[in-house]
């Protein structure tokens, strides 16, 4: 099993900026694709961003492109989501996930993925 543990999030006001971070242990970090999905109270679980084993790749959903960006430091075990011009439409907790695969149709599908992490909670206020 891999642990996946997010921080970074909190209450911030729209057009404003936060760095989540997924802190990966259990398992050889590099050797998974790595994910960022959110889900909003009563909404479905929705695809963020993903980024292959080696960084090389990334896949945006199209509500964030631009604004959002994935990054991986396999050194550090960590993969990061910073997010610039916040929007309360982005209020929701973010998870992250890491995947055994590597990059395909799948890395937008929550099933797509292995492990997951407990969430990070980003709150943005109008």
């Known amino acids: 099993q891999v642990q996946l543990v997010e921080s970074g999030g909190g209450l911030v006001q729209a057009g404003g900026s936060l760095r989540l971070s997924c802190a990966a242990s259990?398992?050889?970090?590099?050797?998974?694709?790595m994910g960022w999905f959110r889900q909003a109270p009563g909404k479905e679980r929705e695809f963020v961003a993903a980024i292959s084993w080696s960084g090389g790749s990334t896949y945006y959903a199209d509500s964030v492109k631009g604004r959002f960006t994935i990054s991986r430091d396999n050194a550090k075990n960590t993969v990061y989501l910073q997010i610039n011009s916040l929007k309360p439409e982005d209020t929701a907790v973010y998870y992250c996930?890491?995947?055994?695969?590597?990059?395909?149709?799948?890395?937008?599908?929550?099933?797509?993925?292995?492990?997951w992490g407990q969430g990070t909670q980003v709150t943005v206020s109008s």
């Open positions: 259990g398992r050889t970090f590099s050797s998974y694709a």
């Open positions: 996930a890491a995947a055994e695969g590597q990059f395909g149709g799948w890395v937008t599908k929550a099933h797509g993925y292995d492990y």
